[in-house]
């Protein structure tokens, strides 16, 4: 039986590895729904495992390329991360989708619109760098010029998207710490189930 047991030990620490790692994903999963507000699908599955076997006993719970590279100042501090874009379009006056984000292809759909256009625009705020709509035409008014009525634009300029530079997180995804108090709430029971399961299925 001492031998059997022995012999069953590979198999056995893999499984626990692999069931610990299962575990450690669900939890680190729930985590990003309850930082994030609105996380969607993308993001909230952003976590992934690679099982232990019983000739390399390790299992590794890690995030995907990426989702890693925008969470990863969330879990160690920093500035967010971008991509290649230089910077974050907040949408103001534009539809959004159901995670508060904007649609795939929104802002060269708005660059082909007409009395759209993108820059900087000098406001009782400050410059403000973003895509802008400019006013539709009104009624005629103004004086009149050798008979004829100016046509003047109806209304402002409207603000539909908005430019901002990068900046530093605000919030922190406890990557580590979830991790390691999972694992040391569920290790020992994990391994007993593990050790007891390969014993069964021993032959």
């Known amino acids: 039986m001492i031998a059997l047991g022995a012999k069953q030990v590979p198999f056995a620490s893999a499984l626990a590895l692999t069931t610990l790692a299962k575990g450690v ?20 599955n952003a976590i992934a495992i690679k099982p232990a076997t019983k000739s390399n006993l390790v299992a590794t719970v890690f995030a995907k390329d990426i989702q890693a590279a925008y969470l990863t100042p969330y879990v160690v501090g920093g500035m967010r991360d971008y991509g290649n874009k230089r910077g974050m379009i907040l949408p103001v006056d534009v539809r959004v989708n159901q995670y508060g984000n904007l649609t795939k292809g929104t802002l060269q759909r708005l660059k082909g619109k007409p009395g759209v256009f993108v820059g900087p625009v000098k406001t009782k705020a400050g410059v403000i760098n973003g895509v802008w709509q400019r ?3 009104g009624k005629v008014v103004g004086k009149r010029i050798k008979g004829t009525r100016i046509a003047k634009p109806a209304g402002h300029l409207k603000l539909l998207l908005k430019f901002e530079d990068t900046s530093a997180v605000t919030k922190h995804f406890d ?18 189930k593990a050790m007891r399961q390969a014993l069964a299925t021993a032959r």
């Not at 990003?32 to 699908?41: R, V």
């Not at 580590?176 to 994990?190: D, S």
């Open 135 to 137: 006013p539709v035409a």
């Open 25 to 44: 994903q669900g939890i680190e999963q729930d985590l990003i729904g309850k930082t994030f507000d609105d996380a969607t699908p993308f993001t909230r």
């Open 175 to 192: 990557f580590f710490g979830a991790a390691q108090r999972y694992l040391t709430k569920n290790a020992a029971a994990a391994f007993d």
